[in-house]
Nanobody
Framework: QVQLVESGGGLVETGGSLRLSCAAS????????MGWFRQAPGKEREFVAG??????YYADFAKGRFTISRDNAKNAVYLEMNSLKPEDTAVYYC?????????????????WGQGTQVTVSS
């Protein structure tokens, strides 16, 4: 089992920045891909960004504004979000899977965090 705990959400004005953190514990060796999803009210959960040991992947809306990074020594993954917009308002979830394809498709997520709220005011 792997436990994922997110932190760093909050309220920010349009154009502001936030850094989300996800700490993993347990059998982390079983999860080569980690990343972030988000779910806005009334919308489907969507992929934001993911990383394996050596590569990163982004949804189109995240490219250029969001940066995912991973600290293997700390079993942690981070999401730096800049130039935030009101449409970025959502609950952001940390996720882990055995591969990046499983992660990005959202079809085979092995572990989810509890989510952290990000609210961007206009």
């Amino acid at each position: 089992q792997v436990q994922l705990v997110e932190s760093g959400g909050g309220l920010v004005e349009t154009g502001g920045s936030l850094r989300l953190s996800c700490a993993a514990s347990g059998r982390t060796s079983s999860t080569s891909a980690m990343g972030w999803f988000r779910q806005a009210p009334g919308k489907e959960r969507e992929f934001v960004a993911g990383t394996t040991w050596s590569r990163t992947y982004y949804a189109d809306f995240a490219k250029g504004r969001f940066t995912i990074s991973r600290d293997n020594a700390k079993n942690a993954v981070y999401l730096e979000m800049n130039s935030l917009k009101p449409e970025d308002t959502a609950v952001y979830y940390c996720a882990a899977a055995v591969s990046i394809s499983s992660l990005a498709s959202g079809s085979a997520i092995d572990y989810w965090g509890q989510g952290t709220q990000v609210t961007v005011s206009s």
